[in-house]
């Protein structure tokens, strides 16, 4: 008959309760830690979203060479190349600019320039939409003739018709003592802005070019030039 040794029931009792305290210990740290680091996700913090940029309408630009007819250039600018010389741009689908001119009558004496530049807008969740940074741009455009002490009698008027907004601003000035005739018509037509520049003077005593004359064709000009961005 084998003797029953006490000692040794007790370390196997102690055993046995030892190994689920520890097992429930070890789970109430698990617990313990995923509360701590954001558990309970209904604490968890919400990534913010920034505004999504609102579509725009126009997505390149023409070739600002290529936004007036043949006629309407030998019209508005005789003698002058129709195929018009593009002021370079690195970035041709944001910005496009062209310059066309020369002179008429006796020894070219009727000198005229036009020039027509193409802004483009993406829309931006810190700038706004397209259509919004375009009619900044419009304002600045307009502005820009009469912060400029070297233009006279700057005369503003509205321009309807043509896209969603336009201004015509008629004014004097001078270059290497030459007196010139000049208007800026800019108009918006939803994320770009259209700006024809067009003016005219005299040499050997050439009277300078309307300012209605100026105005009217400045007009036309930008209503051809809208109709090309597509």
């Avoid at 250039?73 to 066309?100: F, I, M, Q, R």
């Avoid at 009727?110 to 931006?124: C, I, N």
């Avoid at 939803?190 to 300078?208: Q, R, W």
Wanted: aromatic fraction near 6%; charge should be negative.
């Amino acid at each position: 008959m084998h003797r029953f040794d006490t000692r040794l029931a007790r370390k196997i009792a102690c055993a046995a309760v030892a190994v689920p305290v520890l097992l429930l210990a070890g789970c109430s740290s698990d617990d313990s830690g995923g509360d701590e680091g954001g558990g309970d996700e209904s604490k968890a913090p919400t990534p913010s979203k920034s505004a999504s940029a609102a579509p725009v309408k126009f997505k390149q630009l023409p070739d600002p060479c290529k936004t007036l007819p043949k006629g309407t250039v030998e019209d508005v600018v005789p003698g002058a190349d129709d195929k018009g010389k593009n002021l370079a741009s690195t970035d041709t689908e944001s910005y496009g600019s062209c310059l066309w001119s020369g002179g008429s009558g006796k020894n070219d004496a009727d000198y005229r320039a036009l020039t027509v530049s193409l802004k483009r807008y993406e829309s931006g969740a810190s700038l706004g939409s397209g259509d919004t940074q375009a009619g900044r741009f419009l304002k600045q455009e307009a502005g820009a003739v009469s912060g400029d002490e070297d233009n006279k009698k700057a005369k503003e008027s509205p321009v309807s018709g043509i896209g969603q907004e336009g201004v015509s601003i008629g004014y004097e000035t001078k270059k290497k003592d030459q007196e010139y005739r000049v208007n800026r018509t800019v108009v918006r037509t939803y994320n770009v802005v259209v700006t024809v520049d067009y003016e005219g003077t005299g040499f050997e005593g050439a009277d300078l070019p309307g300012a209605d004359e100026l105005k009217k064709s400045g007009e036309k000009i930008a209503r051809e030039a809208v109709s090309a961005v597509k």
